[in-house]
């Protein structure tokens, strides 16, 4: 598994992510009657979210973090590219392993830490909706356009912290 997602996974027990289960303990979570709230989601998808509530409550024990309520991506929205054809178009890193030469470092114009992992993650599974992709070009062409506009928000992006962890940060007061 390091070899492919370049980490070490912890192996968890399967408890966590038994579909039986995992209604209750993702209601319990957020408190909700049911987790239908959110939307339908299948047995694997309430076990993934129930995993990961597990996760959340083993390693943040003193403050749960607050969490965004679960959202299903939709099928087809992005391409998915198998690991091999990533790594062959060198898209995060070339053949060698190095950043330098792979299309995400010949692109990467980002000024925060969250810029480039979504950047990133924008590489990895691009979209595939035509409208999706044209409402995504006209806001680089507009950037690219207002040069003041777009420099005032660089300006500005360098001083924030990590947005999507920032409420995690507040409310463990870190």
């Known amino acids: 598994l390091f070899d492919?997602?370049?980490?070490?996974?912890?192996p968890q027990p399967p408890?966590?992510?038994?579909?039986?289960?995992?209604?209750?303990?993702?209601?319990?979570f957020f408190a909700v009657a049911t987790p239908d709230s959110f939307g339908t989601f299948s047995r694997a998808e309430l076990s993934a979210i129930s995993g990961t509530i597990a996760y959340v409550e083993k390693t943040q024990k003193a403050e749960r973090p607050?969490?965004?309520r679960p959202e299903r991506e939709e099928s087809g929205s992005t391409l998915f590219i198998d690991p091999a054809t990533r790594a062959n178009l060198e898209l995060l890193r070339t053949l060698s392993g190095s950043r330098d030469?792979?299309?995400f470092k010949a692109i990467d114009?980002?000024?925060?830490?969250?810029?480039a992992r979504l950047l990133a993650d924008r590489l990895m599974a691009p979209l595939t909706d035509p409208a999706a992709i044209g409402a995504r070009l006209d806001s680089?062409?507009?950037?690219r356009a207002e040069t003041r506009l777009c420099q005032a928000a660089r300006t500005s992006l360098k001083t924030v912290a990590h947005m999507p962890r920032a409420p995690a940060r507040l409310a463990l007061n870190r």
């Not at 492919?4 to 912890?10: H, P």
């Not at 114009?109 to 810029?115: H, Q």
């Not at 680089?140 to 950037?143: D, E, I, L, P």
């Open 15 to 28: 408890s966590l992510f038994d579909s039986a289960s995992a209604a209750g303990r993702i209601a319990r």
């Open 109 to 115: 114009r980002t000024v925060t830490g969250s810029g």
């Open 4 to 10: 492919v997602i370049g980490r070490v996974a912890s």
């Open 66 to 68: 607050p969490l965004s």
């Open 140 to 143: 680089v062409s507009f950037f």
């Open 101 to 103: 030469g792979s299309l």
